[in-house]
């Protein structure tokens, strides 16, 4: 948004608000499921970011970018979801690292100007990763993880076995996992989360 609009909506105009919604919403709810497997959940994440927007609207800075604020405003949700939802309890040494990591999210903050954010970043590195599988392996992954089937139906609809949608899941996520934390190394936590 430019200086404009932005400014309209820290005045409270429901047009520039609309607009921004329309924009933003799309890639916000792609970079959440990726956190969050729930598309409710996802969803609830993503509308407490908009709401949240529109009840601090006065503090915008019109020279700020209101998208980096969303994205920002949304990955703390996100990691806090994770916190709360995840396996792990924190309370051991292994547990400690993944809490480091997430706390090292936290301290990362939006690039100015027109350079991708780090979850821009690893978003477009992920959607490239899916896109350059081997065929067999991007359907089955595509079907599984994003459009949510189950692997019997994957299976049926596919006309191949349970354990051959298993295997070549398990291959896709390790290819994947071997090019992002390449360029990743520090989320490895955040991409095994991711991942699986």
């Not at 924009?23 to 956190?35: D, S, V």
């Not at 291959?171 to 190394?185: G, M, T, Y």
Request: aromatic share 8%.
């Amino acid at each position: 948004m430019d200086v404009q609009l932005t400014t309209k909506l820290k005045e409270g105009d429901p047009i520039s608000f609309s607009r921004l919604f329309k924009e933003t919403h799309p890639r916000m709810m792609g970079y959440c499921m990726l956190f969050v497997k729930n598309r409710t959940d996802a969803e609830d994440l993503v509308q407490e970011c908009f709401s949240n927007l529109w009840l601090t609207r006065k503090k915008i800075d019109p020279n700020k970018s209101v998208e980096s604020l969303l994205f920002v405003s949304l990955r703390n949700r996100c990691l806090n979801y994770l916190k709360e939802n995840s396996k792990y309890s924190f309370d051991s040494f292994q547990d400690g690292i993944v809490l480091n990591e997430l706390q090292y999210l936290y301290q990362l903050d939006f690039l100015e100007g027109k350079e991708l954010s780090l979850e821009e970043r690893l978003v477009e590195a992920l959607k490239k990763a899916i896109e350059e599988l081997p065929e067999r392996k991007k359907e089955i992954l595509i079907k599984s993880k994003i459009k949510g089937m189950k692997q019997k139906d994957i299976a049926d609809e596919l006309g191949i076995s349970v354990k051959t949608v298993e295997k070549h899941l398990h291959e896709a996520k390790l290819e994947l996992r071997v090019k992002l934390e390449k360029q990743f190394s520090a989320l490895s936590i955040i991409l095994y989360l991711l991942l699986n």
